[in-house]
């Protein structure tokens, strides 16, 4: 079965500084995998995705994504903070089968930026 | 405005009311989808649509009844709902298999008191 896992339920980094979000996925099939973004009181935003073409993504905001098949690994990263970047952040894998791309998501991360 | 719309924002509702939740979207999507988002839990998926017929129901307890008119359309009924049914209540919508992924609406904000 599809799953993804987050390490650190909470990131604080400095204004500036780099950011690095850690998904680590299970997958019986190539798998799809996104990342998403939700600010408070919001639903959630899409920010990048990976659907078996290039294996570094690039997404909205600077964020970037890398897959990594042989780490089964789909890290989110940004190379400097910004204060509106705070929010929390879901890793989401697809889950192929059956007629719809059911998205299975972590826990998520909650990323704060320091000043 | 993300192209889903989810009516009411906000909702507090007493433990013997009904009450509605409304997903809209116009995005020419197939498939539309249920999650229950609460504090310190995984989100989780409630219920998927597509091409207005149900194909997953995730055990979810029968005061939740969801329906599905169209493909634009769902929503979610409500009936002698509990306080730990409180959360924040996610329409989603997709083309089902394609790779894009979901858009989803702003939430409703549900409140049982």
């Known amino acids: 079965a599809q799953s993804v896992t987050q390490l650190g339920s909470h990131v604080s980094v400095s204004e500036g500084a780099l950011v690095l979000l850690r998904c680590n996925y299970s997958?019986?099939?190539?798998?799809?995998l996104f990342w998403y973004v939700q600010y408070p009181n919001q639903g959630l935003q899409l920010l990048l995705k990976?659907?078996?073409?290039?294996?570094l993504v690039k997404g909205i905001n600077g964020f970037e994504a890398e897959f990594k098949k042989s780490e089964t690994s789909f890290h989110l990263t940004k190379p400097s903070a910004h204060m509106s970047d705070a929010a929390e952040y879901f890793c989401a894998v697809s889950d192929r089968r059956g007629a719809t791309n059911k998205l299975i998501f972590g826990t998520g991360t909650l990323l704060a930026v320091q000043p | 405005e993300t192209g889903v719309t989810q009516t009411p924002r906000h909702l507090v509702m007493g433990m013997t009311n009904k009450k509605s939740l409304k997903c809209e979207q116009h995005l020419g999507h197939n498939a539309m989808y249920w999650y229950k988002q609460s504090a310190k839990k995984p989100l989780e998926l409630m219920f998927v649509?597509?091409?207005?017929?149900?194909?997953e129901n995730n055990s979810v307890p029968s005061r939740f009844s969801p329906e599905c008119p169209n493909s634009s359309h769902l929503f979610l009924h409500l009936h002698t709902l509990q306080p730990e049914d409180s959360a924040l209540y996610l329409c989603?919508?997709?083309?089902?298999?394609?790779?894009?992924?979901?858009?989803f609406g702003s939430g409703t904000r549900l409140t049982v008191v």
């Open positions: 990976y659907t078996s073409a290039a294996t």
């Open positions: 989603a919508s997709s083309h089902g298999r394609d790779r894009a992924g979901y858009t």
């Open positions: 997958s019986s099939v190539p798998p799809y």
């Open positions: 649509y597509n091409f207005k017929e149900q194909t």
